[in-house]
């Protein structure tokens, strides 16, 4: 579609946040041709968010609020959160509305609003949990029933819908509720209570609220909310402080710990407090944070939190792949964190892992036709973990729809009289520079290959930043107008193009994508002795269904022996697949009947020479049922 056509609609509003380095170019600046990252695209987008609808009806979910405003009579439906999940549908559709008309979805999105409105209590409360026959138990159990973290989805549904749409409709509900929520919470001595949610969201959310209203109280408010976590108010429960990041205070914390999704909105509130507060220390903190997160802590899809047992982040190196938890929203989580991060500092390692983690971490949580959905994202599979349409808690369907129809918003960003641009897909842009629009066209078939067309439509002095990826190992090369500029640019930088630009101006960005096999920090002892293999931006995994009569655990890859990759059209929509010669290691007759034997004993077979197919991992699971491995064993 075209970007004139729609709304210009920022994700996360940093035009007036006195530290934010970068602004985003809105949603609706942007056009995404073709196909959307990872082969994503509008249609599944949309059918995606009417299947959700769907869900949200036949689950109760809408049933729940018309209850509260006298129109059913049925019981409350669900988790105590469920509210979240249309909120979460609401921002979604909200976003998809940015990108241009769609009459039949904004229906929708004004039935969803009615049911919320008719549902807001006089005194502004609205949680259809606590309404009705729990009415006096508001506020009782912060650390375990969400209340706030629902308030929170239903803020940045409200922001997202305004800036969608223009309407002011669903802000005033969410303005009410802000404003019972600032009447109620406060710190000692202030004469209100004191508490916050176990789970983090309501902090960014009232944030992001103080970025649309201009309203300081929310600023305070969430700050409040952040200051007041890692000081024992979560003490109790089954999981224990950490579980909600409450051990200690934030400045405190040297890793992240606990709950993966709750950890990294907490990180989210916290960026964005330091983006409008400029508190140094604190953005040191996160930064710190980040590193051994991806130094010690995520897997090799950019997934975090690798426990089942608390859905959290284990000890350092503890990585398991048939076992990895990987919650499709903390991978949202950490982009969304990502984003924010980049926005302060303009550092490209925030851009890096926003992408790797967009393409496998978060678009593996969602089918290729867009209906059907991985709530956990293990590394390894016997062929018993299958997408769901929906899951009793469903936090992740509507979250992928939020994420994916704003992904215009994560493309560019200005800093003055300079245009960054993080991520390549086929499309085109109109970039508000200091007065003047500059238009920009990329033409390329990014992530299946790595070469880039910018066509720059635009007159006058100003800067083109462009990342050079970290995986861009081999170095990138870069010319404008068919010249070669500068020394090769460094991965894991942005190469600065700074010139007079004339109308149709091309530069062209060739990023070579040869097949790597990665190997993981010895200490990931599931790993030891295997490989991964990626290519670009993307990883690969194999699947059974390539491999008839394989044993996926039996085959081996050799660096030494690069796989071709080809793209194949017809396969998962579309995709580029890696083939070439492996090794089958059949397993010895001895093992037989047996788990251990002493070490070094009895011959081991000859390894056999068999065809290897592998697949992107954010494309597994989309065929028959049957095994998936990411680490293979190396030989
Ligand atoms: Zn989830």
Known sequence: ????????????????????RLLPVPVGRVGLEGELWGRRGEAHLLASLHQQWEQLEATGRLENFRRVSGRSERPYAGRVFNDSDL???????????ARGPRPDLARLVDQGIALVEGAQQPDGYLDSYYSLERAG??????????????????????????????????????TRVADLLCAEFGPPGSGRR????????????????????????YLALARHFLESRGHGLLAGGWFGRAYFQDRAPFREMDRWEGHAVRAMYYAC??????????????????????TRMVSRQIYVSGGVGSRHDGEAFGEDFELPNAQAYTETCAAIGSAMWCHRMLLATGEARYADLFEWTLYNAILPGWSLDGLSYLYVNPLEDGGGHRRQHWYDCSCCPPNLARTVASLPGY?????????????????????????RTVSLTQRTRYPWDGRIELVVNGQGEFALHLRIPAWCAEGASLT???ERVGPPPAPGTYAVLGRRWRPGDRVQLELPMPVRHLEAHPWV???????????????????????????????????????????????????????GEGRAHPLPAAWEGRLYRPAGAGPTAAPRPVPITAVPYHAWGNRAAGPMQVWLRRG
């Not at 004139?4 to 006195?18: F, Q, Y």
């Not at 409200?158 to 669903?170: F, N, P």
């Not at 509130?269 to 980040?290: H, I, K, Q, V, W």
């Open 1 to 20: 579609m075209s970007p004139s056509s729609a709304r210009p609609t920022l994700v996360t509003d940093v035009a007036r946040s006195p530290h934010a």
């Open 87 to 97: 909120y979460k549908w609401l921002e979604g559709a909200s976003w998809a509305l």
């Open 137 to 174: 138990e508001r506020w009782t159990n912060l650390r375990d029933n969400h209340e706030l973290y629902c308030a929170g989805h239903l803020l940045q549904a409200a922001v997202a819908h305004r800036r969608a749409t223009g309407s002011d409709r669903l802000l005033r509900v969410a």
């Open 194 to 217: 004191p508490g916050i949610d176990g789970h983090q969201e309501v902090e960014m959310a009232l944030l992001e609220l103080y970025r649309e209203t201009g309203a300081e109280r």
């Open 269 to 290: 509130g916290l960026t964005d407090l330091y983006l409008e507060t400029g508190d140094r220390p604190l953005l040191d903190n996160l930064g710190r944070l980040f």
């Open 411 to 435: 493309l560019y960003a200005t800093e003055g009289e300079a245009i960054w641009v993080h991520h390549y897909a086929q499309g085109t842009a109109d970039v508000d520079l200091g007065g």
């Open 480 to 482: 404008v107008n068919g």
């Open 525 to 579: 002892a599931e790993d030891v002795g295997r490989v991964a293999v990626t290519r670009g931006p993307l990883l690969y995994c194999l699947e059974g269904v390539d491999h008839p009569g394989a044993v996926l655990r039996d085959l081996a890859v050799d660096p030494a022996r690069p796989l071709s990759a080809a793209w194949e059209p017809e396969w998962l929509g579309g995709v580029v697949v890696l083939r």
